[in-house]
């Protein structure tokens, strides 16, 4: 019997890449995925922002940035502006508060927001209440008496200042009750002293 030669064709196969390809490719995408949950999470729960006061000239400034949830690593340079106010400038014209550019840069938080909780009040917020209040007619309510009584705002800006310097915003309000009452300049003066001793007294026990 006579042999018969059968010969066969073999299918080109696929080209196979190596591993490594593969492995880098998913970890390009893994990276990837977590850059974008990052800056979701930081756009929508890293923002802070607040409002800062200078207790030597009652100037307020806003800052904001972003920060890395949890870890609070910030991500983008504080942003600052200036917050305007009738009373201050009125404050810093008349002289009454420290200049601009003889003040410490010292700053007291006013308020203060991180991610999606409430904003928190510092302890400024109770002078700022006061700066802030305005009469029936709405024009500013201690600017007004201020210019009603110069002789009583020349001695009571510098008390309340000093104060704020010490951080004793919750005995503000007593100083601005007394002179809601005060008629009498010198008398005033001495009124203010001594509370200013007593406040300052107590708060280095």
């Not at 196979?16 to 979701?40: K, N």
């Not at 009583?152 to 704020?164: K, M, Q, Y």
């Amino acid at each position: 019997m006579s042999e018969v030669a059968v010969t066969t064709s073999r299918t080109p196969g696929r080209r196979r890449w190596p591993r490594w390809i593969g492995w880098a490719l998913w970890s390009v995408l893994g990276l990837a995925f977590a850059a974008c949950l990052v800056t979701f999470a930081t756009l929508q729960f890293g923002a802070v922002h607040g409002v800062e006061l200078n207790p030597y000239t009652f100037a307020r400034r806003s800052y904001s940035f972003y920060e890395v949830p949890l870890i609070r690593w910030q991500v983008r340079g504080i942003r600052r502006e200036d917050v305007a106010s009738d009373a201050v400038a009125f404050l810093d014209q008349q002289k009454y508060v420290a200049p601009a550019k003889a003040a410490p840069g010292v700053w007291h938080v006013v308020t203060a927001s991180r991610g999606i909780r409430p904003p928190a009040e510092g302890d400024a917020e109770i002078l700022v209440r006061y700066l802030d209040a305005r009469d029936a007619q709405n024009n500013p309510l201690w600017v007004q008496w201020s210019k009603e009584h110069p002789k009583l705002a020349g001695t009571f800006w510098p008390a309340v200042s000093r104060l704020a310097q010490e951080d004793l915003y919750v005995f503000v309000p007593d100083l601005f009750e007394l002179a809601a009452g005060a008629t009498d300049p010198l008398r005033f003066q001495t009124e203010l002293n001594e509370q200013l001793a007593e406040r300052l007294a107590t708060s280095a026990q």
